[in-house]
């Protein structure tokens, strides 16, 4: 629901923009995208502290003829094992300040040194266009009341497709991903990097816990009988990282998102140094602490108040609206 300021996995809308289970599954190249052949038509929005933009563009060749499109440009972060190739190729600096034993310089890379990560959202929708469009962002506080009378009917009344969500737990989609299943029906999970994470480094790890039990919409349906789940999640999606990837356990951040992005129940894995999408209070709950708490109070995520930001633009700010919430 609320989106975070850089680009998140956020993993709505996925079964258009990953392409099909099918060519995945035989493994078909997508066709290049034609950037040469876009016009940037809007700036939808830019963070000068997540080094991203966020592009409207059309694709004006023969066979786009003037289709919108989404192009989301984000610097990546610097590679340790090329850092000793670029001061030792790329020395010559060009002076900007200087103030006694402090100076600013240019350094200007070769492309192999200045990969710049392109998302693209091709053909794009005007559901797209306006969720990557910067809004005026409101604060919510939810009670177990208001979930039941305005968010829960609101999620019900909508067509939230998770298919792509499926896909990935009957292995149609994504299956070369996954880099540890618990298999069981119940408190099972896959594990599995997010899109935003290139996986050249770990100072922007993030991965993705999905459950494989169908019902658990978010935080609001937990319940102590979801315990084993949470707590096999935490100790088996950690142990699989750092076997996987060197990460110690303690410099891991695990959470979800309230509201979440997908009404399946998820969990984030981030490296701790990492100031990650969607990390801000409004928003994240450590899975540590829902644990704490479902196991200090059954009804603890139905009673509770819970705050969130929402856009301008989203229909359920306007639900809250209309109920005098807001």
Avoid at 12 to 18: D, H, P, Q, S, V
Avoid at 88 to 114: G, R
Avoid at 304 to 324: S, Y
Wanted: hydrophobic share 35%.
């Amino acid at each position: 629901m609320a989106e975070s300021p850089s680009l998140k996995r956020k993993r709505e809308e996925k079964e258009g923009e990953n392409g099909t289970a099918e060519s995945q599954k035989e493994g078909t190249a997508a066709t290049a995208f034609p950037l040469a052949d876009l016009s940037v038509r809007k700036v939808l929005r830019e963070s000068a502290r997540d080094k991203t933009i966020f592009l409207h563009g059309q694709v004006n060749s023969a066979s786009g003829d003037g289709t919108d499109a989404v192009v989301i440009l984000e610097k990546t972060p610097f590679q340790e094992e090329k850092i000793s190739e670029l001061l030792k190729k790329h020395t010559k600096l060009q002076l900007q300040m200087s103030n006694d034993i402090y100076s600013t310089y240019h350094l200007y890379l070769p492309p192999e040194l200045n990969e710049v990560k392109t998302t693209v959202v091709y053909p794009a929708t005007e559901k797209h266009l306006q969720k990557y469009l910067r809004r005026e962002v409101y604060l919510i506080q939810e009670t177990g009341a208001d979930y039941e009378t305005i968010t829960l009917p609101f999620i019900e009344s909508q067509s939230f497709s998770i298919q792509w969500v499926y896909n990935i737990l009957e292995k149609k989609a994504e299956a070369d991903r996954i880099i540890y299943e618990n298999p069981d029906p119940t408190d099972g999970f896959v594990l599995i990097p997010d899109l935003k994470w290139d996986q050249k480094q770990l100072d922007d790890l993030y991965l993705i816990a999905i459950c494989h039990r169908r019902g658990i919409k978010s935080l609001r349906d937990l319940t102590p009988e979801h315990l084993p789940l949470l707590k096999n999640i935490s100790k088996e999606g950690t142990e699989a990282i750092v076997k996987r990837y060197g990460a110690a356990g303690a410099q891991l951040r695990v959470y979800l998102h309230y509201q979440p992005s997908y009404y399946h129940l998820h969990v984030h894995f981030t490296a701790l140094s990492y100031d990650a999408p969607g990390t801000s209070v409004e928003r994240a709950h450590l899975l540590s602490d829902v644990i704490d708490n479902l196991e200090l109070d059954s009804g603890y995520y139905r009673k509770r108040t819970l705050t969130f930001a929402l856009r301008a633009d989203e229909p359920l700010l306007k639900k809250f609206q209309e109920a005098g919430r807001v």
